[in-house]
Nanobody, 116 residues
């Protein structure tokens, strides 16, 4: 079965950095689009960043200049480097993949807490 496994969440102070990882149990060349979503308490899940099969990226306005999505093809892993973290970045972060001839797969999420 296809699996997405997130890691790297935790507690960080405002202004700090974290790098989230999402390891896929298949080649990321079989994935049309990889994305990071997040959901804060009491809020709707929102799209944070995407990277397509050609390496093109998109970001939601609130994280532009602070977050970077990237991938390591050899490791079948997508990353979200998060810098200059703010309390409003606190959320459960979910990896999402649109997989060729499979459909959409979600990871179970990893919690990021930005607090003093």
């Amino acid at each position: 079965q296809v699996q997405l496994v997130e890691s790297g969440g935790g507690l960080v102070q405002p202004g700090g950095s974290l790098r989230l990882s999402c390891a896929a149990s298949l080649s990321i060349f079989d994935i049309n689009l990889l994305a990071w979503y997040r959901q804060a308490p009491g809020k709707e899940r929102e799209l944070v960043a995407t990277i397509n099969r050609y390496g093109g990226t998109t970001y939601t306005d609130s994280v532009k200049g602070r977050f970077t999505i990237s991938r390591d093809n050899a490791k079948n892993t997508v990353y979200l480097q998060m810098n200059s973290l703010k309390p409003e970045d606190t959320a459960v972060y979910y990896c999402n993949a649109n997989i060729l001839r499979y459909g959409v797969k979600w990871g179970v999420g990893t919690l990021v807490t930005v607090s003093s």
